[in-house]
């Protein structure tokens, strides 16, 4: 089969396109004959070598997190799903998959879900780690209540785009970040105030918030702590968080660890399916152009996801 692998650490021209064997499932392993991924930051960071000490891989690797496919076969205990099942969820190399940009990969079947009826394997698998994240944030670490008002900081990307859809079906009231050019694009997808970071600082213009979703990192999340009320609590996709600023403020932050589940990915589905939430794909890319998708992931500006298509699909 064709897999994207890495045989040595380095930027996007370190991605071959390689012949590999076939995967097998081992117990509680899924193997998916894979139509579809995406691109997601962690494997631009595991191609470049900067998750060795978090967890050490042996090379070459095939990369891709986010998966959407058949199901090939099951390992033993392999309990909710069969050949021939639509699913989507993460074949991660760094969860004891087997990669997902490849022609079939191995993922966990805990880390699986049926698909939405209503995606393609494209839309699913470009939705499956981000849109995880943002309900593991809103629903579980924020638990976001109706009438409650939100930043959510970086609005047009993958994971703040999917928060953004959340948050208004859990009626909150939802502030959000974004650069000029994606202004419109944030007022589609339902916010009721909408910040241009690129002429405006947030803080200046929203206080007293109950909770702020940061994607961004940095000083932007260094910055995110003066805007909560006391009490108030901040989730950071990026940065671990900053005991001082939290003390002075009276907030809780922390870092989130997403932990995409069998349980999370179907409550996505429904979401889906009940036209609550859409995924915006910037551009598909086929597995033989995986270089490209990654240079222009890499590049600057995008919004939505970047996908990757491994199958045509009908």
Do not use: C
């Amino acid at each position: 089969m064709r897999a994207a692998q890495i045989k040595q650490y380095g930027h996007a021209d370190a991605i071959q396109l390689a012949r590999a064997p076939k995967p097998k499932a081992g117990r509680g392993q899924v193997v998916l004959e894979v139509f579809a991924s995406s691109i997601n930051p962690v494997d631009a960071k595991l191609r470049e070598g900067k998750l060795q000490s978090a967890a050490p891989l042996g090379l070459p690797i095939t990369l891709g997190v986010d998966v959407a496919g058949i199901v090939d076969s099951v390992g033993e205990e392999v309990l909710d799903f069969k050949a021939g099942d639509r699913v989507y969820g993460m074949a991660s190399p760094l969860s004891g998959g087997s990669g997902a940009f490849a022609e079939f990969a191995v993922a966990p079947a805990q880390m699986l879900g049926k698909m939405p009826q209503r995606s393609s394997y494209t839309e699913a698998a470009a939705i499956a780690l981000t849109g995880v994240s943002a309900l593991q944030a809103l629903t579980h670490h924020l638990d976001l209540k109706a009438g409650q008002r939100i930043l959510i900081q970086g609005g047009a990307g993958g994971i703040g785009s999917i928060a953004i859809q959340i948050a208004k079906f859990l009626d909150a009231f939802v502030a959000t970040t974004v650069a000029t050019e994606d202004v419109e694009f944030a007022r589609s997808l339902g916010a009721d105030q909408i910040i241009d970071f690129k002429k405006h600082q947030f803080e200046d213009l929203v206080s007293e918030l109950d909770a702020v979703l940061d994607t961004a990192g940095g000083e932007i999340a260094q910055r995110s702590y003066q805007v909560l009320r006391p009490a108030g609590r901040l989730v950071s996709m990026t940065a671990p968080p900053d005991e001082l600023l939290a003390q002075r403020h009276d907030v809780t932050a922390m870092m989130q660890l997403t932990e995409v589940t069998t349980r999370r990915l179907n409550a996505l589905a429904k979401l889906i399916d009940d036209g609550v939430v859409t995924v915006h794909i910037e551009k598909t890319y086929p597995l033989s152009q995986v270089r490209e998708a990654f240079a222009e992931k890499e590049s600057g500006h995008v919004r939505g996801k970047i996908a990757i298509e491994v199958r045509r699909q009908s």
